[in-house]
C-alpha cells in the first residue's frame, strides 16, 4: 500500500525558509515520479516541483524557480522541497504526490495516483 506522509509545514514571516519533507513507502521508489503541489484558499492545486529519474531529473513552476528546491534521500525514503525567501502569497497547504513506474516528470496533478495528507505553510508579512 502506497503511503505519503508530508511534515515540516508551519508559521514563518516573509523572508524566512522552511523546508517540507515527504516521507514515502509501499512501492519501488528508484522508478517513480513525485512531485510538490500547493493549493491556496479558492484556488486551484499548483503544481511546485517534480523530480524522476532516481532524482537526475527535476522541474519547477517557472515562478517558483531560484526560490524552491526539491532533492530526494533515499536511503530515507524521502523527499525534501526546501523553500527560501518566503513571501505571504506562498501561504497554502502543501502537497507531495506519487506515480510509481513513471519514465517522465511533471507538473500536472492528473499525473499522480498517489497523494499525502497535505502540510499547511503560512507566511505572514
Known amino acids: 500500500q502506497v503511503q505519503l506522509v508530508e511534515s515540516g509545514g508551519g508559521s514563518v514571516q516573509a523572508g524566512g525558509s522552511l523546508r517540507l519533507s515527504c516521507k514515502a513507502s509501499g512501492y519501488g521508489y528508484y522508478s517513480t515520479c513525485m512531485a510538490w503541489f500547493r493549493q491556496a484558499p479558492g484556488k486551484e492545486r499548483e503544481g511546485v516541483a517534480s523530480?524522476?529519474?532516481?532524482?537526475?531529473?527535476?522541474s519547477y513552476v517557472d515562478s517558483l524557480k531560484g526560490r524552491f528546491t526539491i532533492s530526494q534521500d533515499f536511503a530515507k525514503n524521502t523527499m525534501y522541497l526546501q523553500m527560501n525567501n518566503l513571501q505571504p502569497e506562498d501561504t497554502a497547504m502543501y502537497y507531495c504526490a506519487a506515480q510509481p513506474s513513471c519514465l517522465t516528470g511533471g507538473l500536472s496533478p492528473s499525473m499522480y495516483n498517489y497523494w499525502g495528507q497535505g502540510t499547511q505553510v503560512t507566511v505572514s508579512s
Open positions: 523530480i524522476w529519474r532516481s532524482g537526475m531529473e527535476t
